[in-house]
């Protein structure tokens, strides 16, 4: 392995953790607001730093660009539908709440609805972060860094399964470690860092790339190439045959964005922490933004692998790895490996510090021990990060071998994102649907979307009509499902949202016109590469 690499490598991981330190040492980690909230203190690049970073890992990074090396730019759906659904957040969500003065989204469905329907919705969140989405992320970061920076030369180690446990507990123990002394506040100033480098390196990789498509005669000749040689693979509009069908993107692919971006405990816990509503506002947008140049280092690296590898036999999931060893000089090599790590770490720590927030509040504070002092809920949440690690820790190399685990991921995701964006909706939007009607919504959404995954004959609906319409019925039947409830045996009285004063509700006068003209923007890219 090259020293220029390996020294690159070890200092900017070491300046990111510096520089978070120093920002940070001074912080209030004793308090629930200060651990969990970040003081309600995040300005608007903190939170678009973070929003962006825990967006991002090695899973989507490797995976979306292997995505597009199967299926080209129709793929971009991921990143482009999500810019609607941070519009939705900006401008609908986070006003109402901001308003109720949350730590987490099961604290706004206790508010709305009762505390049966707060201990049923932090039980499903638990469950996901726990036994799926983090040991996935520790997996595959694991997975990724052992081919990008020849972990298995570099250290001598020649068994697999040693190094993967290895890596794992490494990155794991790390990510604890920010995620658990830090709190919050540390968690989203890492991730802005780290956000910072991610940005720089994957647009230095597109243009590596397009300078070898070019064979060192310019990007835009590079660019020229890809057009006039792939332009099956620029077409923004999917197939029937495709992973992202268009007419999904009205459906299935539209609500689990809405889901991930609004109402997502992982993703907007920093939401949650903004100085007051018009910094949260700034930092949702300008994210949405930054997602609209996510094809150029999240789908486009693809294409580009496409046009250099096929012939060469290489795998979908092997083309990001694939590309960035063979375009990257040496001395770029170990920054962008960094970089990775930044991403890896975000994800972890971010879920974790979702996870520690859920239980802290919701479990230990809720129902265990409801007299708890502030100390004591904080400690409880860092003993219980701790046991979380672990665990992950111990499940995430037993996940090798395992065949498709981003599809897994996703369908799993599925289960529960459809059916809490149901009665969050619906109970932000109705006043009268009672608690009954959230509880059935919940529970029944949960089992109506895994048994059409894995109960036959109920999998024969989302073979018959695309899993992403599967998904948009269900919730479809839930919201009618609820409002029914609500018509046959209503609250006595209606909801009213109350104003608890924690956060300046004063909305940015930008808002609404810097959404529109992303919408716009969202519209013209995909006019623009509709068959191209």
């Given amino acids: 392995m090259h020293l220029l690499t390996l020294a690159s490598f070890l200092f900017f991981t070491g300046l990111v953790a510096f520089v978070t330190w120093r920002i940070t040492r001074r912080d209030d980690h004793s308090s629930t607001s200060g651990y969990f909230l970040a003081g309600r203190s995040l300005t608007f690049p903190l939170i678009a730093g973070s929003l962006l970073m825990t967006n991002l890992s090695t899973e989507q990074m490797v995976g979306l660009n292997g995505a ?29 709440f901001l308003k109720s003065g949350i730590a987490t989204l099961p604290q706004l469905l206790e508010i709305r609805f009762d505390k049966t329907t ?7 969140f638990l469950i996901a972060y726990a036994v799926i989405l983090l040991p996935i992320i520790l997996y595959s970061g694991a997975i990724g860094l052992q081919g990008m920076l020849d972990l298995p030369g570099l250290t001598g180690i020649e068994s697999t399964t040693t190094l993967l446990w290895l890596t794992v507990w490494i990155v794991g123990i790390i990510g604890a470690v920010y995620a658990l002394f830090g709190g919050l506040r540390t968690v989203a100033v890492s991730d802005t860092l780290n956000g910072a480098g ?38 923004s509009i999917g197939g029937s045959e495709q992973q992202v069908p268009f007419f999904t993107l009205f459906t299935g692919v539209f609500l689990i964005n809405l889901f991930y971006w609004s109402t997502n405990q992982q993703i907007i816990q920093r939401t949650f922490a903004a100085k007051n509503l018009a910094e949260g506002q700034k930092g949702v947008l300008l994210t949405g933004f930054f997602k609209l140049l996510g094809p150029l280092y999240l789908v486009l690296p693809g294409i580009i692998a496409y046009h250099l590898y096929f012939d060469e036999g290489v795998r979908a999931d092997e083309a990001y790895g694939y590309l ?11 920054f962008f490996a960094a970089v990775m790590v930044g991403a890896i770490l975000s994800s972890f720590n971010s879920a974790l510090n979702s996870t520690t927030t859920i239980f802290s509040l919701g479990i230990y504070k809720g129902v265990l021990n409801p007299e708890a002092t502030e100390v004591q809920v904080v400690k409880s949440g ?66 109506m979307i895994a048994a059409g995954y894995f109960v036959p004959p109920f999998t024969l609906l989302p073979e018959v009509m695309h899993e992403f319409h599967f998904v948009a019925l269900v919730f479809a039947l839930l919201v009618v499902i609820m409002l029914v409830i609500g018509k046959l045996r209503p609250r006595e009285t209606d909801w009213v949202q109350q104003d608890t004063g924690d956060v300046d509700l004063t909305p940015w006068k930008g808002a609404v016109p810097v959404g529109i003209v992303l919408v716009v923007l969202v519209i013209v890219m995909y006019i623009s590469f509709a068959g191209v």
Avoid: H
């Fill in 324 to 334: 960035v060893f063979n375009v990257l000089p040496p001395y770029l090599t170990g």
């Fill in 198 to 235: 991610l940005l720089v390196g994957g647009f230095v990789i597109g243009y590596f790339g397009l300078q070898a498509v070019s064979d060192g005669a310019g990007v835009m000749e590079g660019w020229s190439i890809l057009k006039e040689t792939n332009p099956e693979q620029l077409n």
């Fill in 382 to 447: 860092k003993v219980f990060g701790w046991i979380m690690a672990v665990v992950t820790m111990i499940i995430a190399p037993l996940l090798a071998g395992q065949e498709s685990l981003f599809g897994y991921l996703q369908k799993m995701n599925a289960i529960y994102f459809i059916p809490i964006l149901a009665v969050v909706i619906v109970g932000l939007l109705t006043k009268r649907v009672p608690p009954m009607a959230a509880k059935i919504a919940l529970v029944g959404g949960c089992l």
């Fill in 118 to 124: 707060q201990l049923i919705t932090n039980v499903i």
């Fill in 68 to 96: 597009a090396f199967a299926d080209g730019l129709s793929v971009m759906a991921w990143e482009v539908v999500a810019v609607i659904a941070l519009v939705a957040l900006a401008l609908f969500f986070l006003p109402r």
